[in-house]
Structure formats: C-alpha cells, structure tokens
C-alpha cells in the first residue's frame, strides 16, 4: 500500500463527501443492513444529525492522502462497543479499511469489541479478521439493500 492513512475528527462538511459515497450500488448490496433509501437526503441528513450529536459515539473521518477516503466510527449498542466503517469505492483495495480500524481500535479502550458483518461481505469479513475479530455467532435480519432476510456474523475482539 502506498499513501498515508490518517484519522481524524468527523467535520460537518465530511457529510457531503459520505453522502455520494454511501449512494454506490454494490458497496450497498455489500453491507446489506443499509438505509431503506440511500438517495434520501432528508433521511441521510436526520441519520447523520443524531451521530454528531452523540457524545457516546467516536467518529473519525479517514484521510487517505489528503482526501476524504471514509469514515469509521464506534458506537454503543445495548452497552456494547461496536464499529462501523465504509470507504468509498474509488479507495477499495488499498488497505485502507484495515489501517483505519485498526487505528481506532488502538485509541478505545473498551474491549470486548463488536462487529456484524453479512455473511458474503468477504472484504468486509477480512478487514474484520485482520484486526484480530472472530466469529461468535450468527444471526439473520431485513437488509433493506436487498430487500431480502439475509445472514450475518456477529465477530469480537477480546484483546
Ligand atoms: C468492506 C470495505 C470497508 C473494505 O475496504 P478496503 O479499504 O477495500 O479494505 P482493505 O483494502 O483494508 O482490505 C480488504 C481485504 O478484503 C479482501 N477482499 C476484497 N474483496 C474481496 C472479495 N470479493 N473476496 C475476498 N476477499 C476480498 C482484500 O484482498 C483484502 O484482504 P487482504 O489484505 O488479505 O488481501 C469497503 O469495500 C466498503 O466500504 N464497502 C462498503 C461498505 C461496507 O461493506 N462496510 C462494512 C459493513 S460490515
């Protein structure tokens, strides 16, 4: 991989740049458990209004020489720490993902930590298993971005 992978704060104008990124097909079909409507900008808009409210969540935008890559962030859901990401397909397959989770996960001190991922997200699936997370269960919900029940893993990261 060549190129610098920084962290740092979300800013409110990083939203427009997650905005068109979050409209790719297949990076939707890939994550699955999406919005109903990606191309809703109210809804985008409303989703996004409670995150940078939150003072519980970390949010870190990804900085990949010098342009907005994505986005990764860690959560609290039930009490449990958990994470998300998405990187814009322009920046796939560089090794972004890997760096940026692994970043955050240097900087939070919770532990264990939470994953989902679907099942066929097999990108997704190595970023997480690179970072150290394993399989501890699976479970099955309504991924709006295939208008289908599909399967997922739940994964955790112990140390
Ligand atoms: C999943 C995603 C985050 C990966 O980002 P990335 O920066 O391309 O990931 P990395 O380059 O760090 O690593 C990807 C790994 O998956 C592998 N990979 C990519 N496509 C693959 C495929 N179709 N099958 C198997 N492995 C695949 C890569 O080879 C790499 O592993 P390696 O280092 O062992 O070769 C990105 O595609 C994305 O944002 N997708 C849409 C949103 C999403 O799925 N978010 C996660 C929801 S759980």
């Excluded at 990108?123 to 971005?145: P, T």
Aim: include cysteine.
């Amino acid at each position: 991989m060549a190129g610098t992978i920084l962290l740092r704060d979300m800013l409110h104008d990083d939203l427009e740049i997650f905005f068109k990124q979050q409209l790719d097909n297949e990076a939707n079909w890939m994550a699955a458990f999406t919005s109903e409507k990606p191309e809703d900008r109210t809804v985008f808009d409303e989703h996004w209004r409670r995150i940078m409210a939150d003072a519980s969540i970390m949010r870190k935008t990804i900085i990949f020489n010098g342009q907005v890559a994505g986005y990764v962030s860690k959560y609290f859901d039930d009490g449990r720490a958990e994470i998300a990401y998405w990187i814009g397909r322009e920046f796939w397959g560089r090794g972004i993902a890997t760096s940026a989770l692994s970043q955050l996960l240097s900087v939070m001190v919770e532990r264990p930590v939470f994953a989902r991922v679907a099942k066929d997200n097999l990108a997704s699936f190595r970023v997480l298993e690179k970072c150290g997370f394993a399989i501890i269960g699976e479970g099955s919900g309504y991924a709006n971005a295939r208008r289908a029940e599909t399967g997922e893993y739940i994964m955790r990261l112990d140390h």
